[in-house]
C-alpha cells in the first residue's frame, strides 16, 4: 500500500517569506497527487492536482507543485506568502491500481505566518 | 451549489448510546468515503463506497459501520460509541473513483464522554 511523507510538522514564516513544504510517497506506479488546505475550523479544500502532463501545477491563491517522478515528490511551493495562508496543509496521494481504494493522506504540516 | 452535507457539525454523546451522522452530496458522484482527522495522525480513512449498495473497510474500520442504499447518502453509524472514537469526522465525495480529488464535507466534531 502506498504511503505520504511530509518532512515537517509545524513551519513558521514570516509575510513575504518564500514557502516549499515537501511531500513524498512510496508506489513505484502511476499516481494522482493533490494539495489540500484547511483554513482554522474549516474542512478540506482542494488546492492543485496533478494526473499527467507538465509536471510544474498550478493552482489557487498562487499555489504551485512540482512533481518530480524520480524523487517520488511533489512539493508545494509559493513565492511570497501572505497571513492568510496560516493553515494547515494536506499532500494526498492515489495510487492508481495500488490495492489501496482513496487518497492516502499525509499527517498534515501546520503552517503560521507571523505579520 | 454543489456540496457534501454533514450532520450534526458538533455532537456529545455517552459512551454506548448509538449514533449517526449523516452525509449527503448533491452532484451524482459515485465514489464516497468517510474519514477521521486526528492530531498528528492527520486523515485516515474509516469506509469507502464505490457505488450504491458497494460499501468496504478502510483503513480504521472497527467500532463504524455504513450504508449506501442511495446515490446521494452515506451516512456513518456508531453502534457503541466509545471515547476513542473522540475525533473530527469528514464525509467527501468524487464523482468517480481513482480520477479527480474529493469535495469534502464540513465536518462533525464527535465528542464520546
Known amino acids: 500500500a502506498q504511503s505520504v511523507s511530509q518532512h515537517n510538522h509545524h513551519v513558521i514564516l514570516s509575510e513575504a517569506a518564500s514557502l516549499e513544504l515537501g511531500c513524498n510517497y512510496s508506489?513505484?506506479?502511476?499516481?494522482?497527487l493533490f494539495w489540500y488546505v484547511q483554513y482554522p475550523g474549516q474542512h478540506l479544500q482542494l488546492l492543485l492536482k496533478?494526473?499527467?502532463?507538465?509536471?510544474l501545477v498550478k493552482g489557487i491563491k498562487g499555489f504551485e507543485a512540482e512533481f518530480i517522478k524520480s524523487k517520488f515528490s511533489f512539493n508545494l511551493r509559493k513565492p511570497s506568502v501572505q497571513w492568510s495562508d496560516t493553515a494547515e496543509y494536506f499532500c494526498?496521494?492515489?495510487?492508481?491500481?495500488?490495492?489501496?481504494?482513496?487518497?492516502?493522506f499525509g499527517k498534515g504540516t501546520h503552517l503560521i505566518i507571523q505579520p | 451549489e454543489a456540496q457534501v452535507t454533514q450532520n450534526p457539525r458538533y455532537l456529545i454523546t455517552v459512551t454506548g448510546k448509538k449514533l449517526t451522522v449523516t452525509c449527503s452530496q448533491n452532484?451524482?458522484?459515485?465514489?464516497m468515503s468517510w474519514y477521521r482527522q486526528d492530531p498528528g495522525l492527520g486523515l485516515r480513512q474509516i469506509y469507502y463506497?464505490?457505488?450504491?449498495?458497494?460499501?468496504d473497510k478502510g483503513d480504521v474500520p472497527e467500532g463504524y459501520k455504513v450504508s449506501r442504499k442511495e446515490k446521494r447518502n452515506f451516512p456513518l453509524i456508531l453502534e457503541s460509541p466509545s471515547p476513542n472514537q473522540t475525533s473530527l469526522y469528514f464525509c467527501?465525495?468524487?464523482?468517480?473513483?481513482?480520477?479527480?480529488?474529493?469535495?469534502f464535507g464540513s465536518g462533525t466534531r464527535l465528542t464520546v464522554v
Open positions: 467527501a465525495s468524487s464523482l468517480i473513483f481513482g480520477t479527480d480529488g474529493y469535495t
Open positions: 508506489y513505484g506506479g502511476t499516481v494522482n
Open positions: 496533478y494526473f499527467s502532463g507538465d509536471p
Open positions: 494526498a496521494v492515489n495510487a492508481l491500481g495500488g490495492g489501496a481504494d482513496g487518497l492516502t
Open positions: 452532484m451524482n458522484h459515485e465514489y
Open positions: 463506497s464505490m457505488n450504491v449498495e458497494v460499501t
